[in-house]
């Protein structure tokens, strides 16, 4: 991304506001695999939002990002974003500018708050500073930051969290999907955060203690994978899926007491399946429940086993025309 190519499509007068958004994700399959050649499957959570607006004042001083918080806006210690304002800044132009970002995402859930955050700052300063980005230069830019704050990621955060449907990602692209069948994903948080380095560090110790076990995690998890978004999967294959997949997550490590006991109450209310979500050691479970209805028994359940806050989001929402 060179800024001299930007700044080509920008208008050539300026405006003092700018003001951009974004959403959270979840994986439903492929955590730590994606690393590893697999494919990943996630949606978008269009009900957690992050909303980013860029100020653009008199006097010099360089772009700046802040963080609402509930007794007032905070410095925003995120070093990806710093390289994210660099990308967009015109380099002639040193007025002091200002991004304040609300985001409802908790961090450390595995929901993407650090690409959502990215994404509506991209979007806050392209509009502000007038410029025309596509959706693969906003990608890119996402990507940017995520790489400074998670050192690799795999470009399944910065995609999804500005995605309207189901997204299969591969090989770095993304191919919207549909589900075939209707339902509800009800996302539980754990209340713990991830470990999201120390999740990494489990997965490349057992690869390495264990011979041919990242090619069996690897090839088990696609096989789910490529065999979930069809119109010819119903809600129970799926399910069963999902709680395959969290075994075998479960199996290197990376859930916990609580997450284990998360998973096995939605199921027991009656989901099809659930598993954690996320890097993992911490963060949210996402289980598949067939009916509204079900949906509130399974959230109430997952409560009752230690979550603290959930979320539903429905599967027809994302399903197109």
Same mark, same amino acid.
């Given at each position: 991304?060179?800024?001299?190519?930007?700044?080509?499509?920008?208008?050539?007068?300026?405006?003092?506001?700018?003001?951009?958004?974004?959403?959270?994700?979840?994986?439903?399959?492929?955590?730590?695999?994606?690393?590893?050649?697999?494919?990943?499957?996630?949606?978008?959570?269009?009900?957690?939002?992050?909303?980013?607006?860029?100020?653009?004042?008199?006097?010099?001083?360089?772009?700046?990002?802040?963080?609402?918080?509930?007794?007032?806006?905070?410095?925003?210690?995120?070093?990806?974003?710093?390289?994210?304002?660099?990308?967009?800044?015109?380099?002639?132009?040193?007025?002091?500018?200002?991004?304040?970002?609300?985001?409802?995402?908790?961090? *450390?859930?595995?929901?993407?708050?650090?690409? %959502?955050? =990215?994404? $509506? /700052?991209?979007? &806050?300063? @392209?509009?502000?500073?007038? #410029?025309?980005?596509?959706?693969?230069?906003?990608?890119?830019?996402?990507?940017?930051?995520?790489?400074?704050?998670?050192?690799?990621?795999?470009?399944?955060?910065?995609?999804?969290?500005?995605?309207?449907?189901?997204?299969?990602?591969?090989?770095?692209?993304?191919?919207?999907?549909?589900?075939?069948?209707?339902?509800?994903?009800?996302?539980?948080?754990?209340?713990?955060?991830?470990?999201?380095?120390?999740?990494?560090?489990?997965?490349?110790?057992?690869?390495?203690?264990?011979?041919?076990?990242?090619?069996?995690?690897?090839?088990?998890?696609?096989?789910?994978?490529?065999?979930?978004?069809?119109?010819?999967?119903?809600?129970?294959?799926?399910?069963?899926?999902?709680?395959?997949?969290?075994?075998?997550?479960?199996?290197? *490590?990376?859930?916990?007491?609580?997450?284990? %006991?998360? =998973?096995? $109450? /939605?199921?027991? &209310?009656? @989901?099809?399946?659930?598993? #954690?979500?996320?890097?993992?050691?911490?963060?949210?479970?996402?289980?598949?429940?067939?009916?509204?209805?079900?949906?509130?028994?399974?959230?109430?359940?997952?409560?009752?086993?230690?979550?603290?806050?959930?979320?539903?989001?429905?599967?027809?929402?994302?399903?197109?025309?």
């Amino acid at each position: 991304m060179h800024r001299s190519s930007l700044r080509e499509r920008a208008a050539p007068h300026g405006i003092a506001f700018g003001s951009g958004r974004a959403h959270a994700k979840a994986i439903l399959f492929g955590e730590h695999a994606v690393l590893h050649s697999s494919p990943a499957l996630a949606i978008p959570v269009p009900g957690l939002e992050v909303t980013a607006h860029a100020t653009r004042f008199a006097d010099t001083g360089g772009i700046s990002f802040l963080l609402a918080t509930p007794s007032g806006p905070v410095p925003h210690p995120c070093e990806g974003l710093r390289h994210v304002g660099e990308a967009l800044a015109d380099p002639e132009d040193d007025r002091r500018v200002e991004v304040l970002l609300r985001c409802e995402i908790p961090a *450390g859930r595995g929901l993407g708050s650090s690409a %959502a955050c =990215a994404r $509506a /700052a991209v979007l &806050a300063l @392209a509009d502000l500073f007038r #410029l025309r980005l596509d959706e693969h230069e906003v990608y890119a830019l996402v990507q940017i930051a995520e790489n400074v704050n998670h050192g690799r990621a795999s470009g399944v955060d910065a995609m999804t969290t500005g995605a309207s449907v189901p997204l299969l990602f591969d090989n770095g692209a993304g191919q919207e999907v549909r589900l075939g069948f209707d339902g509800f994903f009800v996302l539980a948080d754990s209340g713990v955060p991830g470990q999201t380095k120390d999740a990494v560090r489990l997965v490349a110790e057992a690869f390495e203690d264990r011979p041919g076990y990242r090619e069996r995690f690897v090839g088990t998890v696609t096989e789910l994978i490529r065999s979930s978004p069809s119109d010819s999967i119903g809600a129970e294959s799926f399910g069963r899926s999902m709680t395959a997949c969290h075994e075998e997550l479960r199996a290197l *490590g990376l859930s916990t007491p609580r997450l284990d %006991a998360m =998973a096995h $109450a /939605a199921t027991s &209310a009656g @989901a099809a399946g659930a598993k #954690l979500s996320g890097g993992g050691l911490g963060g949210c479970v996402v289980a598949l429940a067939g009916t509204a209805e079900l949906a509130w028994a399974v959230s109430r359940a997952l409560c009752d086993a230690g979550a603290v806050q959930t979320w539903t989001v429905p599967v027809g929402r994302f399903e197109k025309p």
